[in-house]
């Protein structure tokens, strides 16, 4: 039955781009004042679209929806959270359906979440490539066009930023694909993608509107400039990192409390600075990323006093982003962080679990909630200027300022650190628990070179003593979990198969 599903999925693979060719099939919902209230989606030919500026925002709207789609299944947590220290599956033996998962926390990912991923992300950017390959040739207002080609150019960086991260070298697209041979591309060096990356987000970063006259829940030219940090500082660039950063000082702030930033009543705060649109007004845009972290099997009972929903159901799958014991060790004492991200909770086997709560909050309706994802915020903001500053040498006093911003929100004395060296092991700690559950972590291993040394040391861990690690009843991970920890993920097979430019 392998060859044949394997067989289905090529199948579908080729129709995927076999229906590019014939016309580009554009997810569009059509938008009102409200940016939340999108229409059911439609597909039109190229000849009758993109004419007015409606046209247009309907297509940047497509972009945004299917980024919602990737989002709400928590796949930033998946790759950033549960493939690093941070959080497990948490184990339910009678329901092992959940694989691809487990083998992404164990350091041996199968190759169909990778497919998914891969698709995804090429997705988005065939949709932004049709917006920036026509918008320049249609009469629509100046401001107008600026504001959604700026968009555009970041959404494009930033799914690029997403494969070049995971993949490395990744196929370069920057036009519609209008043949089969154009959807053909050989690799790309990663310093090619990430030059392509940066020229799209300094210009998106020119055209995009402030926080203070987008529309809400839109990317920004803030945005586009801490998309250019998180990339500077991945290059090691601490100065350009610097110089994207010290704008967004003027421009953002942090929340008083730490639990608001995750708040549904507080949705794009004056913290927030790209977070993932979700309403619960209607089930088609509600999130539900939730409901993959209570500890199951987790009773009706529970889930209602957790959640407050009239229609509770018994979940009996299997539980992800579980924090795991080296999280919550990470904490320090009177740290207001942790009341507001972990909470220990009973399954119903009546076993004491650790939670992420960061995104519970009562709602109404099983699997509808009004939980945004945040993208970036102004706290990792602050912690990167306090990062690139220390980088550069002599500036101490400055970097320890801005670092103790986040730690004096979150009840914590000012860091001591006296030396480079020193503050640069804080401020790698202080992300792993200022932006817990939020898909850093991963990120954060990999560009600091830590990877071998922190994953290792880990894994041992895991193997050793997977009772700790929320394996139940004598299961344990896979004899080869953590036997081959790499920093990039494999080009998926099938796309090798379907793509001979790719080695």
């Not at 006093?397 to 000012?414: E, H, M």
């Amino acid at each position: 039955m392998n060859w044949f599903k394997n067989y289905i999925k090529f199948l579908d693979m080729k129709i995927k781009y076999i229906i590019a060719v014939c016309f580009m099939a554009i997810l569009i919902n059509s938008c009102e004042k409200d940016f939340l209230n999108l229409n059911s989606p439609s597909s039109l030919t190229l000849p009758v679209y993109f004419k007015t500026q409606d046209d247009f925002q309907s297509a940047v709207n497509g972009i945004y929806a299917g980024m919602r789609g990737w989002f709400n299944g928590a796949n930033n947590l998946l790759i950033g959270d549960m493939h690093s220290d941070n959080a497990r599956c948490y184990y339910n033996p009678l329901k092992r359906s959940s694989v691809y998962e487990e083998s992404v926390a164990d350091f041996v990912p199968d190759n169909q979440i990778l497919s998914d991923n891969w698709n995804t992300f090429y997705s988005w950017i065939a949709r932004t490539n049709q917006v920036l390959d026509l918008i320049d040739d249609v009469v629509i207002d100046q401001s107008a066009k600026d504001n959604l080609k700026g968009q555009a150019l970041f959404l494009r960086a930033y799914s690029y930023w997403w494969l070049t991260r995971l993949y490395g070298e990744v196929c370069l697209h920057l036009e519609p694909i209008i043949s089969v041979d154009q959807s053909r591309f050989p690799l790309s060096s990663e310093a090619d993608v990430i030059a392509q990356i940066i020229d799209d987000a300094t210009l998106a970063s020119t055209l995009l509107k402030n926080k203070a006259t987008q529309e809400a829940g839109r990317v920004t030219s803030g945005t586009a400039k801490m998309l250019l940090a998180d990339v500077y500082m991945w290059e090691k660039q601490w100065s350009s990192a610097e110089a994207q950063l010290i704008p967004l000082t003027l421009e953002y702030s942090l929340m008083a409390n730490y639990s608001d930033v995750t708040n549904p009543a507080k949705k794009n705060n004056a913290e927030s600075i790209f977070e993932i649109q979700f309403s619960s007004q209607s089930s088609t845009y509600a999130s539900t990323f939730l409901y993959n972290m209570f500890p199951a099997p987790f009773s009706a009972d529970s889930l209602k006093k957790f959640t407050g929903i009239s229609n509770p159901v018994f979940l009996p799958g299997e539980s992800f982003y579980c924090p795991t014991p080296d999280l919550i060790a990470s904490y320090e004492p009177g740290d207001k962080r942790f009341a507001a991200s972990i909470k220990f909770v009973h399954d119903d086997y009546g076993i004491l679990a650790p939670m992420c709560i960061k995104y519970l909050h009562k709602h109404a309706l099983y699997q509808v909630t009004d939980e945004n994802m945040p993208v970036y915020r102004y706290a990792e903001a602050l912690l990167f200027l306090a990062e690139a500053i220390n980088e550069q040498d002599g500036r101490l006093g400055i970097a320890l300022g801005y670092l103790n911003q986040v730690r004096t929100r979150a009840g914590l004395a000012n860091s001591t650190a006296s030396t480079q060296s020193v503050l640069r092991n804080t401020i790698l700690h202080e992300r792993q628990v200022e932006l817990a559950l939020e898909g850093k972590r991963w990120f954060d291993l990999v560009r600091t070179e830590k990877v071998g040394e922190v994953i290792s040391a880990y894994g041992a861990k895991v193997k050793a003593h997977p009772e700790n690690y929320y394996f139940k009843y004598g299961v344990g991970p896979v004899p080869s979990a953590f036997t081959n920890i790499t920093t990039k993920f494999n080009i998926p097979d099938l796309e090798k198969l379907y793509n001979p430019l790719i080695d």
